[in-house]
């Protein structure tokens, strides 16, 4: 049997990091790759939260995932091997993206398989390390903001300094709107010089007042913390009647599950919220994921970095994203560039 190297985990009770380990030689993919499939040997990843929160949803995480499996969504990479109706990527060549989901083999492994629509080439002059922060975070910006706004619109980023957040701020201010964001005062600084328009302190701020005094303004929310509570019920205050509420991010607990459950079910007349409401979860898009690679490649995005780390600190790093005080993203090395 082919081995690889890989972080893997079989349970994650009291914390995915804690149950991470490396096996002397994990299983490699299967070899017979369907028609549409990838290889990619990866080069660099970048965490995201449900990286840890699915693992650690117990019961429902096995009934998911088969185990062991490694964590890890988004991936820089060489391409290894090609389904048969894959003629658009050559082998060796760079690329990058999402898997779009938990699976057996994440991307803390050295080599992971992946559907072509969502494996994009790495521009020329774009380091590996950042083209593993677009997949996730990148993307669900993209796909949050882009189809939902027009140039002259405001916009309301509620958590600005995260991955998801840092991303939304640009492409908002890309596109010509007018961008107020949420985060604490030590990444107030972070958030205006990506070109947050005005920046609310969520820690000496009560938000849903703030946004209440400025009236119905907004077209768009966009909640990557899923805090304050009741935001999305206070969100007819100050969004426009034809406005969305898109809700990213949120904590997993049961409270927050049954906030989320009631803002879908309870009917404004019941107490619930006035506005539409939807909760995303980017998809892999071959258009979207090159075209926000062009954009960095042009300078008009830049994603941040919070933190590099070593293949073999991949616990510390998983240990630093639950902290929830990263200033953009969390990298990974998994092979040598």
Request: include cysteine; aromatic fraction near 8%; hydrophobic fraction near 40%.
């Amino acid at each position: 049997m082919a081995t690889m190297k890989a972080w893997q985990y079989t349970t994650a009770a009291g914390g995915l990091e804690k149950n991470l380990y490396l096996p002397a030689a994990a299983p490699k993919p299967p070899s017979t790759l369907s028609h549409d499939q990838v290889l990619v040997e990866v080069i660099s990843m970048s965490l995201n939260p449900a990286d840890y929160k699915i693992p650690e949803l117990g019961l429902l995480a096995k009934a998911m995932i088969s185990l062991p499996a490694s964590p890890g969504n988004d991936f820089c990479g060489r391409v290894s091997a090609t389904g048969d109706a894959v003629d658009s990527l050559k082998i060796g060549e760079t690329v990058f993206g999402q898997l779009g989901g938990p699976t057996k083999f994440g991307t803390l492994g050295q080599f992971i398989v992946v559907n072509k629509a969502a494996c994009v080439p790495l521009p020329a002059g774009i380091d590996p390390d950042v083209g593993a922060t677009l997949g996730t975070a990148g993307n669900t910006a993209y796909q949050s903001i882009v189809p939902n706004v027009k140039e002259g619109d405001k916009i309301f980023i509620n958590g600005g300094s995260g991955g998801t957040g840092t991303f939304g701020i640009q492409i908002a201010k890309i596109l010509g709107c007018h961008v107020t964001t949420s985060c604490s005062a030590s990444n107030v600084e972070l958030c205006k010089s990506l070109g947050a328009d005005e920046v609310l302190d969520y820690k000496s701020v009560d938000i849903c007042k703030a946004l209440k005094e400025k009236g119905e303004v907004f077209s768009l929310v966009v909640d990557n913390v899923g805090s304050p509570a009741g935001l999305y019920r206070a969100s007819s205050a100050f969004l426009l009647p034809t406005g969305k509420f898109l809700q990213v991010g949120a904590e997993v607990s049961w409270a927050n599950t049954s906030n989320i459950m009631r803002n879908f079910m309870v009917p404004g007349f019941l107490g619930g919220g006035k506005r539409k409401y939807e909760f995303v979860a980017a998809k892999p898009k071959y258009d979207d994921l090159d075209h926000l690679a062009t954009w960095v490649k042009q300078g008009k995005v830049k994603p941040v970095i919070d933190s590099i780390f070593e293949f073999d600190d991949a616990p510390k790093a998983i240990e630093k994203l639950k902290t929830g005080r990263a200033k953009g993203k969390i990298v990974v090395h998994v092979t040598e560039k």
